[in-house]
């Protein structure tokens, strides 16, 4: 016969699709349930590891690492699935106040919190809880910023009085003022997640005079006085790599 529409199956055509409820994919290797509503790749392969995060390329291999490697590396949230351990306190600055303000442009409200990312995935501290030994004194971060592994950010106690006192910038983490000040005499840096689980914390006694107390860059597990004077009388490292502390 004269076949006017050679698509049609007798004309030698294939069979029209028929689409099944939700499936969108154009190869459903995978699809084993009716309803399936969430396989919209092409070529599509099951995905079983134990993180995964959506796979958009258009042709996937099958998933079965821990840790997704057709992906970029998943990034922890904070309170959600930050591994434990991945995010320390590495310096802070409590007493800036034997250096004149005036003189220098540092103050009592150039304080910081310096972090860094010690895990294997990168971090978004939204949600991140900064606080120091009261309990009421807790302050959220409410915005996304993502620290890469290895990476150190300093949280400034006041940004203009910091950027003052250090300059503009210093890896400091851009947009904010925490507002907090951690007391001279005594106090605690603290930080928890979102559920107020503490992921890190350093009590000490009467901080140094314009000096800040770090993690030796020889041994993170050691804290001391920073010895590399920085700038404007001020002893500290911010959003650098810290001193050592050893001999
Ligand atoms: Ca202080
Ligand atoms: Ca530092």
């Known amino acids: 016969m004269l076949c006017l529409a050679p698509a049609l199956p007798a004309c030698g055509g294939l069979a029209p699709f028929v689409a099944g409820t939700a499936d969108t994919d154009s ?10 509503t969430d396989d919209t790749s092409t070529l599509d392969a099951p995905d079983t590891d134990a993180h995964e995060t959506p796979d958009t390329d258009v042709v996937d291999t099958v998933d079965t690492d821990v840790v997704d490697t057709d992906q970029a590396p998943p990034i922890s949230v904070i309170g959600v699935n930050a591994a434990a351990g991945s995010l320390w306190i590495n310096e802070y600055l409590a007493d ?22 010690v895990g294997t995935h990168p971090i978004d501290l939204l949600g991140l809880q900064l606080g120091d030994d ?11 910023y993502v620290l890469q592994p290895a990476a150190i950010v300093t949280l400034a106690g006041k940004e203009a009085e910091f950027d003052a006192c250090f300059g503009a910038g210093a890896s400091r983490l851009p947009g904010f003022s925490y507002a907090f000040s951690l007391n001279n005499s005594g106090d605690s840096v603290v930080i928890l997640d979102a559920r107020d689980r503490e992921l890190d914390r350093r009590d000490f006694g009467s901080s140094g005079d314009a000096q800040s107390e770090q993690r030796g860059s020889d041994d993170p597990a050691l804290w001391c006085l920073a010895t590399s004077a920085l700038r404007n009388g001020v002893t500290a490292s911010p959003g650098a790599t810290n001193d050592p502390c050893g001999p």
């Open 96 to 117: 800036p106040t034997d250096v004149g303000v005036s003189a220098a442009g540092c103050g009592t409200d150039s304080e910081f919190i310096e972090l860094v990312n």
């Open 27 to 36: 190869v459903a290797a995978d699809d084993t349930t009716p309803g399936a």
């Open 134 to 144: 009261d309990p009421t004194h807790r302050i959220m971060l409410g915005v996304s």
